[in-house]
């Protein structure tokens, strides 16, 4: 039996029990194994499977929940921005330094919301494929973001998916929108 050791395979089989779909992830993770061996063409074929199954079965809304579950973490990231958010103490601030930093990415201020742009796909699984994906595969990234920002502002924030590499578009844009803390 081929292993299913892949971190985003787990990452999607505890996203999909939290969700309360276990028997749903098991069917997917027993027709589309993943290992950490699984070389580039491998991982996006799985990409597109998981997609694919994602879509067949639930809402929008819900496959973006599920995938934002999925996502990596901001590895230490956080920590860093929030220093930086703390130091500054400004949003337009925050801002111009993170800019100044080459990190990969650059973030927008509109007085409301941030917004992350990424000028490639950073995604393990599909950044060297050429073939766009569907809009569910991106929805990680709004997790990935989800965590970095509630970390950084000290509270709850939306994410939202203005555009993706992987569909074609040029940069890679993720509207964060703190939710007032009242409500």
């Given at each position: ?5 892949n971190p ?168 964060i929108t ?6």
């Amino acid at each position: 039996m081929p292993k299913n050791d892949n971190p985003n395979a787990l990452r999607f089989v505890q996203s999909m029990t939290k969700h309360g779909e276990q028997e749903a992830a098991e069917q997917f993770a027993g027709e589309h194994p993943l290992s950490k061996s699984a070389d580039a063409r491998k991982k996006a074929e799985w990409a597109k499977h998981l997609c694919a199954f994602l879509e067949e079965r639930y809402d929008d809304e819900t496959v973006q929940e599920i995938r934002m579950d999925c996502a990596c973490g901001p590895y230490g990231m956080n920590g860093k921005l929030k220093k930086i958010y703390e130091k500054t103490g400004d949003p337009e601030a925050f801002v111009k330094e993170v800019n100044g930093l080459d990190m990969g990415f650059t973030f927008e201020y509109d007085g409301t919301s941030y917004t992350v742009v990424y000028p490639q796909c950073y995604c393990s699984c599909v950044k060297k494929m050429e073939e766009k994906l569907p809009r569910a595969w991106c929805y990680c990234t709004l997790g990935f973001n989800r965590t970095l920002f509630e970390t950084v502002l000290g509270q709850e924030v939306r994410g939202e998916l203005v555009s993706s590499i992987k569909q074609g578009d040029e940069t890679c844009r993720i509207r964060i929108t703190p939710v007032p803390k009242n409500g």
